[in-house]
C-alpha cells in the first residue's frame, strides 16, 4: 500500500483548513483545491491615496535642477503598497503650499481607505500636510523614538485613516515596514504577524549613544555576525538594497562587537 494515499490522511472532515484573514497563497490556494473548494469569500483590495510633497522634489527622468532631488518615494512607496496587494486610487505629487495640500486632502479622502503621504511632517516652514490633516480632521500621533524616521504622523481627514511618512527615502521605509505595512494589512482584514526578531552578536561597534532607538541597515556575515551598512544616513536608499535586516541598537547603549542584538529580516518584515 506504499502508493496508496488513504481518505483523510491529509485534513479530516470538518478541519479548518484556513482561518480568517489568511493572506492567500499559492500552496493556500492549492490546498482549497485538494479539498474540491472552488470559490470562498475574500477581502476587496484596500483603496490607498498615495501622496508625496516638496517643491525640490522632481520626477525622474526629467534634467535635474540645482538644489533638486529625484522622487524616489513615489517609486518606492507606490510598490510597497501593490506588493502587499493594496490598490492606489490615487497618486499625486504636492507642492509646498497649503491651500493646495488642504484641497486635495479633501478632495480624496471620501474615495479611498486610507491616505498614505510622504514628507510634510516635520517642522519645516514648508512642512504642511501635518497641519492642513489638523485642520480637516486630528492628528492623534506625532514623533516615535526611533531613527530613521523620527517624525511619523497619524490622525484622520474626517474619517479617513491618514499616515504621515518621513520625506527621507530610508525612514520612509523604515516607518513603512513597522507602522504603516501592520496597520494596512489589518485594514485589510490581514492577520499582521508580530515582529519576530533573530538575535546575532555584533560585527562591530559604535562610539556613540543616541536617545533613540536606532533600526541600522545590515547583514549577517560568514561567520554568523551581523555587519551594518558604512553609510547609515537616512537618505541613502544604497543601504537598502545592500542589506537583508534592520538591526536594532538599543537607545543609551555602546554596542561592542559579540553583543547580541535583535536582527529584523526584511524578507519577514516584507512577508
Not at 64 to 87: D, E, F, H, V
Not at 145 to 156: E, I, N, S, V, W
Request: net charge neutral; aromatic share 6%.
Amino acid at each position: 500500500f506504499e502508493d496508496v494515499r488513504r481518505q483523510g490522511s491529509d485534513v479530516h472532515a470538518g478541519e479548518t483548513l484556513l482561518a480568517r484573514g489568511t493572506r492567500l497563497t499559492p500552496a493556500h490556494l492549492g490546498l482549497l483545491a485538494s479539498a474540491g473548494i472552488s470559490t470562498l469569500n475574500v477581502q476587496e483590495p484596500l483603496r490607498v491615496a498615495l501622496l508625496t510633497s516638496g517643491d525640490e522634489v522632481i520626477p525622474p527622468g526629467q534634467p535635474l535642477r540645482p538644489g533638486c532631488i529625484y522622487n524616489a518615494n513615489a517609486t518606492l512607496l507606490r510598490n510597497l503598497l501593490l506588493q502587499m496587494g493594496c490598490c492606489i486610487v490615487h497618486q499625486e505629487h504636492l507642492p509646498d503650499n497649503f491651500e493646495v495640500t488642504q484641497h486635495t486632502l479633501a478632495q480624496i479622502a471620501d474615495r479611498c481607505d486610507v491616505i498614505l503621504t510622504s514628507g510634510g511632517v516635520s517642522v519645516g516652514d514648508e512642512d504642511h500636510i501635518k497641519a492642513a490633516v489638523a485642520s480637516l480632521g486630528r492628528i492623534d500621533l506625532w514623533k516615535v523614538r526611533m531613527k530613521p524616521g523620527k517624525p511619523l504622523a497619524f490622525g484622520y481627514v474626517g474619517t479617513t485613516p491618514f499616515l504621515g511618512l518621513p520625506g527621507n527615502p530610508v525612514s520612509g521605509f523604515a516607518t513603512f515596514v513597522l507602522f504603516a505595512r501592520p496597520f494596512l494589512l489589518q485594514r485589510m482584514g490581514a492577520q499582521a504577524p508580530a515582529l519576530r526578531p533573530l538575535r546575532f552578536p555584533a560585527a562591530f561597534s559604535t562610539t556613540r549613544m543616541s536617545d533613540r532607538r536606532e533600526f541600522a541597515r545590515g547583514r549577517i556575515n560568514m561567520e554568523q555576525h551581523i555587519e551594518l551598512y558604512p553609510n547609515q544616513g537616512s537618505g541613502a536608499l544604497s543601504s537598502l538594497t545592500w542589506a537583508e535586516a534592520l538591526v536594532e541598537l538599543p537607545e543609551n547603549t555602546l554596542i561592542a562587537p559579540g553583543d547580541l542584538l535583535n536582527v529584523h529580516l526584511l524578507s519577514e518584515l516584507l512577508a
